[in-house]
């Protein structure tokens, strides 16, 4: 039963993508004792791409049928052959050999 209320549409996507700025985390007061910690970054302007496609091509998620399970923290270091698979498509183009961008 949704009791009025609809389920939400599974929204399962690349959405950002962008540089880490800095070498050290920090951590900030959210309140209610939450304390994550942080990374600067510098995002790129990206468009959202759907993961599954990507996922039999990702090398960082071992096992293919749970995949979500690597994506659990939001933030992940991932190998560079699946970096340049996800900004391709989400830039259109590899900003590892273009030099042809900017950081925001």
Not at 35 to 55: C, E, G, Q, T
Not at 83 to 88: D, L, M, R, S, Y
Request: hydrophobic residues 40%; glycine residues 6%.
């Amino acid at each position: 039963m949704c009791f009025g209320r609809q389920a939400a549409e599974l929204y399962q996507k690349f959405t950002a993508i962008g540089q880490v700025m800095d070498d050290t985390p920090y951590q900030v007061d959210a309140g209610d004792n939450f304390k994550p910690f942080r990374r600067n970054i510098s995002y790129f302007d990206a468009k959202h791409i759907d993961i599954k496609p990507l996922v039999p091509l990702l090398n960082f998620i071992k096992n293919k049928h749970s995949w979500g399970y690597v994506f659990r923290y939001g933030f992940l270091e991932i190998d560079q052959e699946s970096f340049e698979i996800i900004a391709k498509r989400m830039l259109g183009f590899n900003p590892l050999i273009q030099n042809c961008y900017s950081l925001p």
